[in-house]
């Protein structure tokens, strides 16, 4: 598969019971499909056009394949030639290092690979715990039930931290590698994308191209890459996905088209 030019949709199959079959791919992710921490693996794959055996688990019953090769029961886990690795970050460092290619995503000068670990660092710490927030009080709450004034101060917390570590840093792009992606492109880009598609859906509006011009310049230049079109929920996908989130209607980690599977097991102990 090449990584420019095939945009084949590395999403995963099904197999409903007992362990997934053996396969003669040299790599195995277990992911789930709408995970944007598993998403983060399946780019750096696509990227670099690898050879690779997607497996989706159900998160909300999680089988005891995934304990095996992840111990906390997380997306995503590698399996590489007998070896497994999770945290997503792992996952991607370990892929790029693995397998070089000749636009590394990791900078050579060490101080803008700092630079970048540090944009990847703020995002875990500011902006992932602000967008779970605005998740879980406004998509996840019925409105007859929502803190109005808690969602609020979510939201505003949320477009701080997007005007400070994205809005600011983004230069003249539109990547914050300049015209080429950079890691902190890849570990971003799942989460921002989320809160495009999620839009009107919010009770807040957070991105706009009033406020965050250079944010969302730099969501839809990141649809645009071959191995992004290969690998991210589209805004169809995502918001039926959404909606059964909201409703608890199927296990999450189940594809709400049916089009790419999932892997369900005996939740472990």
């Given at each position: 598969?090449?990584?420019?030019?095939?945009?084949?949709?590395?999403?995963?199959?099904?197999?409903?019971?007992?362990?997934?079959?053996?396969?003669?791919?040299?790599?195995?992710?277990?992911?789930?499909?709408?995970?944007?921490?598993?998403?983060?693996?399946?780019?750096?794959?696509?990227?670099?056009?690898?050879?690779?055996?997607?497996?989706?688990?159900?998160?909300?019953?999680?089988?005891?394949?995934?304990?095996?090769?992840?111990?906390?029961?997380?997306?995503?886990?590698?399996?590489?030639?007998?070896?497994?690795?999770?945290?997503?970050?792992?996952?991607?460092?370990?892929?790029?290092?693995?397998?070089?290619?000749?636009?590394?995503?990791?900078?050579?000068?060490?101080?803008?690979?700092?630079?970048?670990?540090?944009?990847?660092?703020?995002?875990?710490?500011?902006?992932l715990?602000?967008?779970?927030?605005?998740?879980?009080?406004?998509?996840?709450?019925?409105?007859?039930?929502?803190?109005?004034?808690?969602?609020?101060?979510?939201?505003?917390?949320?477009?701080?931290?997007?005007?400070?570590?994205?809005e600011?840093?983004?230069?003249?792009?539109?990547?914050?590698?300049?015209?080429?992606?950079?890691?902190t492109?890849?570990?971003?880009?799942?989460?921002?994308?989320?809160?495009?598609?999620?839009?009107?859906?919010?009770?807040?509006?957070?991105?706009?191209?009033?406020?965050?011009?250079?944010?969302?310049?730099?969501?839809?230049?990141?649809?645009?890459?071959?191995?992004?079109?290969?690998?991210?929920?589209?805004?169809?996908?995502?918001?039926?996905?959404?909606?059964?989130?909201?409703?608890?209607?199927k296990?999450?980690g189940?594809?709400?088209?049916?089009?790419?599977?999932?892997?369900?097991?005996?939740?472990?102990?």
């Amino acid at each position: 598969m090449s990584a420019e030019g095939d945009t084949q949709a590395m999403y995963g199959y099904e197999t409903l019971r007992g362990s997934p079959p053996p396969t003669d791919k040299p790599i195995r992710i277990i992911s789930m499909e709408y995970c944007p921490f598993a998403e983060r693996a399946r780019i750096v794959a696509a990227k670099h056009g690898l050879d690779v055996d997607i497996v989706n688990v159900s998160l909300s019953n999680k089988p005891a394949f995934l304990f095996e090769h992840s111990p906390n029961g997380q997306v995503p886990a590698l399996i590489h030639e007998g070896h497994s690795f999770f945290e997503s970050e792992v996952v991607v460092e370990y892929l790029e290092n693995r397998f070089p290619d000749t636009a590394p995503l990791y900078p050579k000068d060490p101080a803008a690979r700092a630079t970048a670990r540090q944009l990847s660092v703020q995002h875990g710490s500011k902006i992932l715990p602000a967008f779970y927030k605005v998740l879980s009080s406004s998509v996840k709450t019925p409105e007859s039930e929502r803190d109005h004034e808690a969602v609020k101060a979510s939201a505003d917390a949320l477009l701080k931290g997007i005007e400070t570590w994205f809005e600011a840093k983004l230069g003249d792009g539109p990547f914050f590698g300049g015209q080429s992606p950079i890691v902190t492109d890849i570990l971003t880009f799942p989460w921002l994308s989320r809160l495009d598609y999620l839009g009107d859906k919010l009770p807040v509006q957070i991105l706009s191209a009033e406020k965050t011009p250079k944010t969302l310049r730099y969501i839809h230049a990141m649809r645009e890459l071959p191995y992004i079109k290969a690998t991210s929920p589209t805004a169809e996908s995502f918001a039926k996905f959404v909606k059964s989130y909201a409703s608890e209607q199927k296990p999450l980690g189940y594809n709400i088209d049916s089009k790419h599977p999932f892997y369900a097991g005996p939740a472990q102990a």
